[in-house]
């Protein structure tokens, strides 16, 4: 039984649609890492189903208000530049461009199984006072283009691109020595060119930053 | 079409020398080209027996053998990607160090990422018979017609690649499988499914789906009773990393002067994703529509958790009874037992179900279902 649920872990779209990311970039040379489990409910045949998602997330400054970083997870991984764009008392706003690269079904329905993934994201933060939660929201979308393994042998019919106009909502405690508890929901509706609406994606879970 | 002095006919329908001047011709644009064929290779069987009219048993199956090779058979590539460099994940102290050691570095990852991705992603693509037409295989020996009795049983056999002909034809020989008045086989070539007919005096329809390893591979129907209206249905998506297609074939049985319509289906494996899985169970239950009796069988692969509760909630809201639900644990998936052949049934009254417990010399168990005969 756990090589089947292995196996439809494995192929059943474990994409990552979290994004984990506040509008302050880390100052040059800061490093931060995180590891983060998710619930992702995506559409398998005809109903939905919840499938876990571990990842892990590293970021460094670069300079002043920018910073670099990215996340693995199953059998994919992002990377990609932040920067901060504004900031005033305790609200910021940052914008981030991430390109992801995963080898997985990334709708469930279709033969797609090699995506790649632009991500431009707009975050704002209303800082937290004393110690308190750092509230972020993130305009989310991405396009993607997603193909069946085929496609590397001239045979693409079932390559598409699909948009993402997601958005998702978070927060941050900070905790102790440095680290940070996350707790992020996303919500990814999915438009295929061609074929019209998708299903929704959604995900949600928590994270360690340290 | 029919002889019912008990030899063999083979027959491609449709206009035959279009069709064959189609293959030809993607012969040479494949070879040209040096691109896949997403098209019947070629009729072997069909072309051979066309051009000799009426064949007998022996001849189809020298005509299968000796039809030629496949005009695209492709190598599986074998690769190793190489270690990943470590200074990716060494700390980026420094941008100038950065831009200048790093980032040359992370493209060159990349760019290697991409250009050995088609190699490690590569598998044999498999040639489809996409012709909704043919190649077709019919057979017919039997003797006449058999007599209904109380009982109508029903088979389905994926008898993995038609390997052990012999293996199968003891086992349809032996309770419960023996005298089945419908046999839906999966995974066949032509010159097995009669080598079966022959054995047993059966009727059949055998339509190859594509080709793997170089061999036909296809589903048949067989029985006893006279059989009209066979079709293929050509069902829909290929999977992601052969590009093989997948079919039903379907035939119209003359029962007791009732007639049943029958599929023989065997959809694809969890490398497609369920939802494309279900849409093609979905298309053979379009194509039958709201007639009944009717009964849908094969291997719908339900090797994943939770496909097989999907399965049969489709179909049970066509109005369909789940015919082999004694029938379970058929195969083999990732280490465990697993049900995935299924007989599925509209207008008819399952009695009873199971598995066949003997030895089926493939990597599924055959399935019977007994089920009152037609009205």
Known sequence: MIHRCLLLVAMTGCASYSSRLDATPLPPGAGELGVGLDVLLVERGRDYIPLPVPDFTYRRGVRPGVDVGGKAHLTGAQAGVRFAIARRDRLAVAWAADLALGYEPITNNTTDLVYARALPRLVGELRGRGGGPTWIAAVAPSLTFTGPATMFRGIAGAARFIARPGAALGARWPLDRGRSLWLEVTAQPAYAFGDGWLRSAYQGGAAVTF | ?375
């Open chain 2, 1 to 375: 079409m029919r002889d019912h002095a008990g030899a063999a006919h083979v027959s491609a329908v449709g206009a035959r020398d279009l069709y064959q001047a189609r293959i030809d011709r993607q012969r040479r644009e494949a070879v040209l080209l040096a691109i896949p064929v997403d098209q019947p290779h070629e009729a072997r069987s069909a072309s051979s027996a066309e051009v000799t009219g009426a064949a007998s048993s022996a001849s189809i199956s020298t005509a299968m053998r000796s039809g030629g090779s496949s005009p695209h058979q492709t190598g599986k590539l074998a690769m190793t990607l190489g270690p990943i460099d470590a200074s990716l994940v060494a700390p980026f102290t420094d941008p100038e160090v950065f831009a200048r050691v790093c980032w040359p570095r992370m493209q060159a990852a990349a760019g290697t990422w991409v250009l050995l991705a088609p190699f490690a992603l590569a598998c044999s693509i498999e040639p489809n018979y996409t012709n909704p037409d043919g190649p077709r295989c019919y057979g017919d020996h039997a003797a006449g017609e058999p007599e209904l009795g109380d009982v109508l049983r029903a088979v389905s056999y994926n008898l993995e690649f038609g390997r052990e002909v012999e293996t199968a034809i003891a086992a349809l020989e032996t309770e419960p499988l023996a005298g089945a008045d419908v046999i839906l086989m999966q995974e066949m070539e032509g010159d097995g499914v009669d080598a079966i007919a022959a054995a047993l005096g059966l009727r059949y329809v055998y339509y190859p789906a594509s080709v793997k390893h170089g061999r036909d591979w296809g589903n048949a129907v067989l029985s006893p009773w006279p059989m009209r209206d066979y079709r293929k249905v050509l069902l829909p998506w290929a999977d992601p990393y052969t590009n093989s297609r997948r079919i039903a074939v379907t035939a119209t049985l003359e029962i007791g002067g009732v007639d049943l319509a029958v599929y023989s289906t065997h959809t694809a494996t969890p490398s497609l994703g369920l939802g494309a899985r279900l849409d093609q169970i979905e298309a053979i239950l379009d194509d039958a529509g709201d007639s009944a009796p009717v009964a849908i069988g094969g291997d719908l692969n339900t090797a994943d958790p939770g496909s097989g509760g999907q399965v049969r909630e489709l179909f049970g809201d066509r109005g369909f009874d789940w015919a082999s639900d004694g029938a379970t644990d058929t195969g083999s998936a990732f280490g465990s037992d697993a049900t995935l052949d299924y007989v599925f049934t509209r207008g008819l009254t399952p009695r009873r179900s199971g598995t066949f417990a003997g030895d089926s010399g493939s990597d599924h168990q055959p399935i019977w279902v007994e089920l009152e005969p037609p009205p």
